[in-house]
């Protein structure tokens, strides 16, 4: 290189400089796009390992395996309702069917008890929220943070009589106070393994009585004002439920 440089002056070393400069910016260009691609795969793959923990967890108590996916949508959508940013709605949607990945540790006698549970039972019981938030809490990101917060939280009541923190009002993170919302009506209009489920009309009376008691008046008047395009959007996730890759999906 030098030799050219000095054999035909300036311009051979700059045109090859050139080249070999346009080749690395190329390469550059092309690992940072294989990096970026590898890390989305990483982390799609980390987010359909914890969904199928969290279905694992859900499929004691709803057959269909369908009520984590209609949690990730409805949230997403209650979220919108109240004017939240799209890109929180959106991670709330990837976040939401996680809430109860915790009950991937309650034995099933106590889960599946029909009838009241003793306070040794109930014990048990109430430290799914922790356990959830345990599982998902240990990761740096964004979604599973949040995951862990909706985990954590979407036990608290609006009143503060909730657990596992007895939280009241604005303490409890948005995201939690959505997803209870969601969950507490999605949970209702489903058949469970003690009780039939309720109508729709019972359910949504049953959400106004808890207006500001067990949940955030803000968000049950959403719902209430978007109920029929919600229970809309329920059925039809029931006719034809997303996939994971669907509900992992970014836009
Ligand atoms: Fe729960
Ligand atoms: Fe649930």
Not at 15 to 41: K, S, V, W
Not at 46 to 65: C, N, P, Q
Not at 172 to 188: G, Q, S
Request: with cysteine; aromatic share 6%.
């Amino acid at each position: 290189m030098h030799q050219a440089q000095e054999q035909h002056g300036g311009c051979v070393f700059s045109e090859a400089a050139a080249a070999q400069m346009e080749r690395i910016t190329m390469d550059l260009g092309r690992m940072y796009h294989e990096r970026n691609e590898a890390l989305r795969e990483v982390s799609r793959a980390h987010h359909e390992v914890l969904l199928r923990l969290s279905l694992a967890a859900d499929v004691k108590d709803d057959d269909s395996g369908v009520h984590i996916i209609r949690i990730g949508y409805l949230a997403e959508a209650l979220a919108l309702a109240l004017g939240e940013p799209a890109a929180f709605a959106r991670m709330l949607r990837r976040a939401a069917p996680m809430h109860d990945i915790g009950k991937i540790g309650l034995p099933d006698e106590v889960l599946k008890k029909p009838g009241a549970y003793t306070p040794a039972e109930r014990a048990v019981m109430n430290g799914h929220p922790a356990m959830g938030a345990e599982i998902l809490g240990r990761s740096r990101v964004p979604l599973f943070q949040m995951a862990a917060e909706v985990a954590l939280g979407h036990h608290e009541r609006w009143d503060g009589s909730g657990y596992p923190g007895g939280l009241a009002g604005e303490e409890i993170p948005l995201c939690a106070r959505i997803v209870a919302v969601a969950d507490f009506v999605d949970a209702l209009t489903m058949d469970r393994c003690y009780r039939r489920a309720f109508a729709d009309e019972q359910a949504l009376g049953m959400l106004a009585q808890q207006r500001g008691r067990a949940f955030d008046p803000r968000v049950v008047d959403a719902f209430l004002a978007q109920a029929p395009a919600l229970l809309a959007l329920r059925d039809r996730i029931n006719a034809q439920p997303p996939s994971f890759e669907q509900l992992s999906e970014l836009d």
